[in-house]
């Protein structure tokens, strides 16, 4: 099928039962240019597991966690890589595959645990615990990774920890996935005092009052979450272990303690599962929208670069950790 209106309107079966039919015209066109822009550009589109359905179900090549899209990175071939995500994600893409043209549809798109630590606060903490090896979340600026000695995400935060073999590490930025990698590991953790604006608004009481009211529901927690939320939760992991739970266990009724869109997201592939929607929106990722990933690829904006001298430090960072 060449046409592209043809084939946007052929996406949307996929997509009917999270986006209602009177709300499809808004997309439609949007849809359509982008195929066509993808083809003439040669170009794909990478999407955060938290892109809203008609990004990540329509017009995205890859889709996944911050791990996935790292790794998927790397092994892209065409020649421009627009990241439908926040600017880390993008900056991550730049270190792993430099050669290729990297775009964010909106430069504003960041992230609140990136913006708590800046590369003055990683040197301090060194001079503070000498000798205490430094993991930084994925979560930061290409800057701070080059201060750091690995990199992580929420998929493999505790395997990096126990990988560097020493009894201290220092976790930088995010306290709550320090405290929860914490409390599996027998290493010491070190902890900065970064949140996620949207995870830290989970509440503990929230999920009992989930389970009063939809008797039987199974709640799965992001470990970005405070350490009580994921103690209350059945099950903890990053935004693909969680996907990978409703697709493996498919309980009957689910409730995903995360970002809005990964319910709608996941509930594409399991119209069964009924999803219970405790969500909080995540602004930045919501600045991502059809129409700027439309003038990215028209435009070429906003082209990401990374100075050669924090790069080169920074990919070692990212390197080693998918070494782990
Ligand atoms: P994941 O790596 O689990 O997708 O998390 C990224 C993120 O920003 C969560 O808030
Ligand atoms: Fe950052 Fe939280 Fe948004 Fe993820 S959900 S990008 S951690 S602010």
């Known amino acids: 099928m060449h046409d592209p209106s043809a084939r946007a309107d052929a996406l949307y079966d996929k997509v009917r039962h999270v986006i209602p039919p009177m709300e499809w015209p808004v ?47 790397m092994e892209v071939e065409a ?94 930025p995010d306290e709550f996935l320090a405290q929860n990698v914490a409390a599996e590991t027998d290493v010491e953790i070190i902890a900065w005092k970064g949140h996620c604006e949207v995870h830290e608004l989970f509440e503990a009481s929230d999920i009992r009052e989930l389970r009063e009211a939809y008797p039987g529901v199974t709640v799965l927690a992001h470990p970005e979450c405070p350490p009580e939320v994921v103690a209350e939760a059945d099950f903890s992991g990053s935004t693909a272990a969680m996907t990978d739970y409703v697709a493996t266990r498919k309980p009957p009724r689910v409730a995903l303690m995360t970002e809005c869109s990964m319910s709608d997201n996941v509930a594409v592939a399991h119209p069964d ?44 960072s990212v390197e080693r950790m998918l070494a782990v």
């Open 79 to 172: 020649g421009v890589i627009v990241l439908a995500g926040v600017h880390f994600m993008a900056e991550t893409a730049k270190l792993l595959n430099p050669g290729k043209t990297v775009l964010i549809p909106d430069t504003e798109a960041g992230c609140s645990l990136a913006e708590s630590v800046t590369p003055a606060d990683v040197r301090l903490m060194r001079e503070r615990y000498p000798d205490v090896p430094v993991v930084t979340y994925v979560n930061t600026s290409a800057a701070v990774k080059a201060e750091a000695d690995i990199c992580c995400t929420s998929g493999n935060a505790r395997q990096v920890v126990e990988s560097l073999g020493s009894s201290r590490v220092i976790m930088i």
């Open 27 to 73: 997309f439609r066109d949007d849809v359509a240019a982008i195929l066509e822009l993808k083809r003439q550009r040669d170009a794909v589109i990478l999407a955060h597991n938290y892109q809203t359905p008609e990004i990540f179900h329509c017009v995205a090549d890859i889709v996944g966690d911050s791990l996935a899209l790292a790794r998927k990175a």
């Open 273 to 316: 599962v009924e999803f219970v929607r405790p969500c909080n929106l995540c602004p930045h990722m919501k600045r991502i929208t059809l129409a700027n990933i439309r003038e990215a690829l028209e435009h070429d904006r906003h082209e990401v670069t990374i100075d050669p001298l924090v790069a080169r430090r920074a990919r070692l």
